[in-house]
């Protein structure tokens, strides 16, 4: 499969602080890769190497099989975190100016920009001022001028930031429909539940360094062996004590049990159909929510891992 982006050892300090430590990473292109991390963890430094807008201290980047270079910029739409719309300007003119810098001549940029306000139900504010817009409306505003000109590389960082679930459905499907036309999409975010629905590959970065990469169903499989998912009623605070547990995580409506190294489920089964109203009891694979927080929370970065 030919690479739409490849990393070998890209690092960035600033001052005294290593922000990036020598993160290497391949991206298929036609892929929905998940670029995930704590906050603070280089994910945004990483990516901004990534499109060339700040250079690496160490190491080498290429888009679609080159050296990272200016004549790339019409193949990517980036959505950055920290939004950066003209709040004076009118609707229309913005996603105008967005598609010239791009390369679009102005009249396909304009008309574009329409086809993509009426899609998002957004034709009514196209003579509007940003200012005038809601968080969410500026929000795919800004969506719109990153896919206005149908780049081949879709970079998204935190994309579902302000939106309502609708919304979010939407920009959702829209990032599918990318992705089926054989786009290739990135993205950075906090909403786990998305990276599940929606990744093929995923890389954890954490205190810059990728600690977890690979295909999410291998990664799935490999840490699925020993979770149990249980839903009951009654106090399960007996759970954490039991041997063959290592932890606990209670989310409320579902409990989430990660076992030892050979631990016998059948006698957790036994032990909570004993002493709790018993709702659900099975041997699951772990959201993704679940890795991530695993691989962040110990106390030291564990070494680069490939699931894959």
């Known amino acids: 499969m030919a690479t739409a982006v490849k990393l070998t050892g890209v690092t960035k300090v600033f001052d005294s ?6 993160i290497s990473l391949e991206i298929e292109r ?8 704590p906050n603070g963890a280089g994910k945004t430094t990483t990516i901004r190497m990534m499109l060339g807008i700040i250079l690496p201290d160490a190491g080498s980047v290429e888009l679609f099989g080159e050296r990272l270079g200016a004549f790339h910029k019409d193949r990517i739409g980036y959505l950055p975190e920290e939004r950066g719309l003209y709040r004076k300007m009118k609707v229309i003119d913005l996603l105008a100016f967005f598609g010239e810098i791009k ?12 086809e993509w306000l009426e899609r998002l139900n957004l034709s009514e504010v196209a ?13 795919k505003v800004q969506f719109i001028s990153t896919v206005l000109h149908e780049p081949e590389l879709v970079v998204l960082d935190e994309p579902f930031s302000g939106l ?4 979010v459905n939407v920009l959702t499907d829209i990032i599918l ?7 290739t999409v990135i993205f950075s975010t906090h909403v786990m539940d998305q990276v599940d629905r929606l990744c093929k590959e995923i890389c954890l970065i954490h205190q810059g360094r990728n600690v977890l990469e690979g295909r999410l169903g291998d990664i799935k499989q490999k840490y699925g062996r020993n979770t149990v998912t249980m839903r009951f009623a009654g106090d399960g605070s007996f759970l954490e004590r039991m041997p063959d547990v290592e932890s ?8 989430f049990l990660r076992l030892k190294d050979g631990a016998d489920t059948g006698r ?11 709702q659900k009891f099975e041997i699951a694979e772990p959201s993704i929510h679940e890795i991530f927080i695993e691989r962040v929370s110990s106390k030291e970065t564990p070494p680069p891992q490939d699931a894959a």
């Open 127 to 139: 003579v509007k001022k940003v200012e005038e817009l809601s968080k969410g409306m500026q929000q």
């Open 30 to 37: 036609g892929t929905i890769y998940g670029f995930l991390g």
């Open 268 to 278: 957790i089964l036994r032990e909570a159909a004993g002493r709790l109203d018993l």
């Open 103 to 114: 390369s679009l001549r102005r009249i396909d940029a304009r008309r574009k920009g329409m």
């Open 164 to 167: 309502d679930p609708v919304n």
């Open 177 to 183: 429909e990318f992705n089926r036309k054989g786009h």
């Open 17 to 22: 602080f290593k922000a990036v430590d020598a």
């Open 248 to 255: 606990v995580n209670n989310y409320g409506n579902e409990v």
